[in-house]
């Protein structure tokens, strides 16, 4: 069973940062792509980056395009979201997500972990 | 990047047909076939109904049904039933790899 567990979301002051994550299991998870989608409470979704196979290449919505790395690790079967100058309109629920070829659109999702941005 | 443009609300009656639409622009939808729907119940995670336009993820009722036109995609819910009282989310990749959402529309069963 395909299981996806986010973590490290929390309160933090904007400007600062925030590393998440996400634990893969049950399936191989170095075969897919993996997707991160954020959703403002109330609010309705939004995509925030995509990432290969690999990690050789990501692709950024471009209100977090110099903000945001998104990186995994194969080894650990770990996705990552680095978030660094966060400001309050990145309150969200963050959720990974993976493909499933040839569905190439976030498939499976996890729980999302909250990231509440406030001074 | 703007959201793709859907109705904030549509709702029908049990058994009825109701469509909802998704405007986006030639450098959206209107470019690619690369359309997917996902639907969002209270509390729970997004899943997805349509992808590529018109296509089915295993598993997914046949009452759930896809098509664009131009700049336009469009959900069909053929056979309304109260379950499928949710949140509904279209979106699409661009020409720059980027996937982007609609603004959701509520559907209620009346």
């Known amino acids: 069973e395909v299981q996806l567990v986010e973590s490290g979301g929390g309160s933090v002051q904007p400007g600062t940062s925030l590393r998440l994550s996400c634990a893969a299991s049950?399936?191989?998870?170095?075969?897919?792509?993996m997707h991160w989608v954020r959703q403002a409470p109330g609010e309705g979704l939004v995509w925030v980056s995509r990432?290969?196979?690999?990690?050789?290449?990501?692709d950024y919505a471009d209100f977090v395009k110099g903000r945001f790395t998104v990186s995994r690790d194969n080894g650990e079967n770990t996705l990552f979201l680095q978030m660094d100058s966060l400001r309050p309109e990145d309150t969200a629920v963050y959720y990974c997500?993976?493909?499933?070829?040839?569905?190439?659109?976030?498939?499976?999702w996890g729980q999302g972990t909250l990231v509440t941005v406030s001074s | 990047q703007s959201a793709l443009t859907q109705p904030a609300s549509v709702s029908g009656s049990p058994g009825q047909s109701i469509i909802i639409f998704c405007s986006g622009t030639?450098?959206?939808?209107?470019?690619?076939?690369?359309v997917s729907w996902y639907q969002q119940h209270p509390g729970k995670v997004p899943k997805l109904l349509i992808y590529?336009?018109?296509e089915r993820p295993s598993g997914v009722s046949s009452r759930f049904s896809g098509s664009k036109s131009g700049n336009t995609a469009s959900l069909t819910i053929s056979g309304l039933q109260d379950e499928d009282e949710a949140d509904y989310f279209c979106?699409?990749?661009?020409?720059?790899?980027?996937?982007?959402f609609g603004s959701g529309t509520r559907v209620s069963v009346l």
């Open positions: 997500a993976k493909e499933m070829p040839p569905i190439r659109y976030p498939h499976s």
């Open positions: 049950g399936f191989t998870f170095s075969s897919y792509w």
């Open positions: 990432i290969n196979i690999d990690g050789s290449k990501a």
């Open positions: 030639d450098t959206d939808i209107g470019a690619y076939h690369f």
């Open positions: 590529d336009v018109t």
């Open positions: 979106s699409s990749y661009t020409g720059s790899d980027t996937l982007i």
